[in-house]
């Protein structure tokens, strides 16, 4: 009886430790990386960065949009 204690304590013991692990970041955590950024990247070539992610985003959602129209057209057609 005492081992599914142990057990349950244990279990809940990792998924405490693993929500500390994925929880949000917060103000100087975010901070840090920025800085971190900057530094890798430099200040002049982030926005181009940020660009081409931006462009790659609306990509993938063109791209997921047509997908889901080419599903619909098959659905319509017998």
């Known amino acids: 009886m005492s081992s599914i204690f142990i057990l349950n304590y244990m279990i809940n013991d990792k998924i405490n430790s693993m929500s500390i692990l994925l929880s949000v970041p917060g103000m100087w955590e975010i901070v840090i990386i920025l800085v971190i950024i900057i530094v890798l990247f430099g200040a002049k070539k982030i926005p181009g ?3 081409g992610l931006g462009q790659s985003v ?3 959602k ?3 949009g047509g ?5 619909k057209d098959k659905d319509a057609k017998p």
């Open 67 to 71: 997908n889901e129209a080419e599903a």
């Open 62 to 64: 063109d791209a997921k």
């Open 58 to 60: 609306k990509e993938f």
């Open 49 to 51: 960065l940020a660009r």
